[in-house]
């Protein structure tokens, strides 16, 4: 009885370990006016290849090292926790199976959620290093703007005298 649900946790557990990330940007970049696109292809292929760099893990890696982690801690945490409260009835080995076994699935589970916030997080600094250098070749992107364009300075105040203050005003001392 126990070998046959230990097998289907320790199933649950390993599904719960796949996680499948996208790996390219989720982001719009287009080409700069009149940049042929050859040249923005080229951009793309250096620009994935740098956010891919930013990460110290794959997106994908990460999450599933994050769910095998939750899962793992959740297994022995159980397995503890089931020991002692089996150890208060007389039987500390069904316990311990027991807890090791609902570890599993609440740690798997909690290690899923884990997972997904991993990855969104590692999908959200990839495609800011993947916008940054888009952007830094002169390509656009949607949503951020040019950078203001110098003005003239503006003209100097006609010559003359200014016009006189309106009435009940006092000037200021010169």
């Given at each position: 009885m126990f070998i046959k649900w ?41 620009c994935r290849q740098y956010a ?123």
């Amino acid at each position: 009885m126990f070998i046959k649900w230990g097998i289907v946790l320790l199933g649950i557990g390993v599904l719960s370990a796949c996680a499948v990330i996208p790996t390219g940007p989720n982001v719009m970049v287009l080409p700069a006016s009149g940049k042929p696109f050859e040249v923005f292809q080229a951009d793309d292929a250096v620009c994935r290849q740098y956010a891919r760099a930013q990460l110290v893990l794959e997106p994908a890696e990460a999450a599933s090292q994050s769910a095998v982690t939750s899962g793992a801690i959740g297994t022995i945490i159980g397995a503890a926790a089931g020991a002692l409260i089996g150890a208060g009835t007389g039987n500390p080995a069904a316990g311990a199976a027991i807890g090791a076994g609902s570890g599993l699935v609440l740690g798997g589970a909690s290690g899923l959620g884990a997972s997904g916030a991993s990855a969104a997080t590692s999908q959200s600094r990839y495609d800011m290093a993947y916008v940054q250098c888009m952007y830094a070749k002169g390509n656009q992107v949607p949503g951020v703007a040019t950078a203001p364009v110098a003005r003239s300075t503006p003209p100097p105040p006609p010559p003359g005298l200014p016009p006189p203050p309106p009435p009940g005003v006092v000037p200021p001392p010169r």
